[in-house]
């Protein structure tokens, strides 16, 4: 399967949307991938989503609102019931977050007292900050609950060229996370803050958007297979298109 079916979802009584990228195999866990501080910005994430979902898992992208008074919080509160009901066994459910919503993801799957007592199956945060808190999800820093975190894969992805985010901060993190007991892999790419999920910045646009070719693509792909890796699949090789690589002989 080469191409991926999108489905568009009202998912909120405020009209948020989502998209479900169907993935190659029914099989694989699903996982619910959350964007960054950008308003309604799920797009920013389709060409990550797409190609996720080519490696097997179902990806479902939902847009939130940061810039809302509640800072959008609701939402991804929102889009979590969303994806519980959706999927057959919310225990395979693999929680990403990029940035904003790479923190909050994390924040999120260490809390002490998770949402009505669920833990993703893995956690992935991409080019997040760790030491901040989550005030309006009333959760404290990730690296705070390093000590208290449950035994969970966690895997970190960065940019060792972002601007946005530091990338020592996230080499803080894996250090607090291992200190604790709790190893987690950290992926270290060549790119900026949005080249980590095969995006960057348009100031033409004022915001992000997806792209195609060149490094952010390349190390985007590896981003890629982190999450499907996350998600317990064995990940082949990609080539520059995204797509599994076919071996000769």
């Not at 999108?6 to 190659?24: N, S």
């Not at 990029?98 to 945060?125: C, I, K, N």
């Not at 803080?172 to 999920?197: I, N, Y």
């Not at 992000?208 to 090789?237: F, M, N, Q, W």
Request: proline residues 11%.
């Amino acid at each position: 399967m080469d191409t991926t079916v999108i489905d568009t979802v009202r998912y909120t009584a405020d009209g948020q949307l989502l998209d479900i990228h169907h993935g190659a195999d029914p099989d694989a866990p699903t996982v619910l991938l959350w964007h960054g501080r950008g308003p309604a910005e799920r797009d920013v994430l389709g060409a990550l989503a797409a190609t996720v979902a080519r490696l097997g898992p179902t990806v479902i992208v939902p847009d939130w609102r940061p810039d809302a008074p509640d800072g959008g919080r609701p939402q991804l509160a929102a889009s979590l019931r969303f994806t519980w009901d959706y999927v057959p066994d919310p225990a395979r459910v693999v929680l990403v977050g990029w940035s904003l919503g790479g923190r909050a993801a994390m924040a999120t799957a260490l809390q002490p007292h998770p949402p009505e007592d669920w833990r993703p199956a893995a956690v992935v945060g991409i080019a997040a900050r760790y030491n901040q808190p989550e005030p309006l999800l009333g959760l404290p820093s990730p690296m705070a609950v390093c000590a208290t975190a449950p035994p969970l894969p966690i895997h970190l992805v960065h940019g060792t060229a972002d601007r946005v985010c530091d990338f020592n901060n996230a080499l803080e993190f894996q250090s607090v996370l291992a200190d604790c007991g709790r190893p987690a892999p950290l992926t270290e790419l060549t790119t900026d803050h949005a080249g980590a999920v095969m995006a960057e910045y348009a100031p033409e646009l004022g915001r992000c958007r997806p792209v195609h070719g060149g490094t952010p693509y390349e190390e985007g792909l590896r981003t890629a297979r982190v999450i499907a890796s996350a998600a317990g699949l064995k990940v082949p090789d990609l080539d520059s298109s995204g797509r599994k690589a076919q071996v000769n002989g």
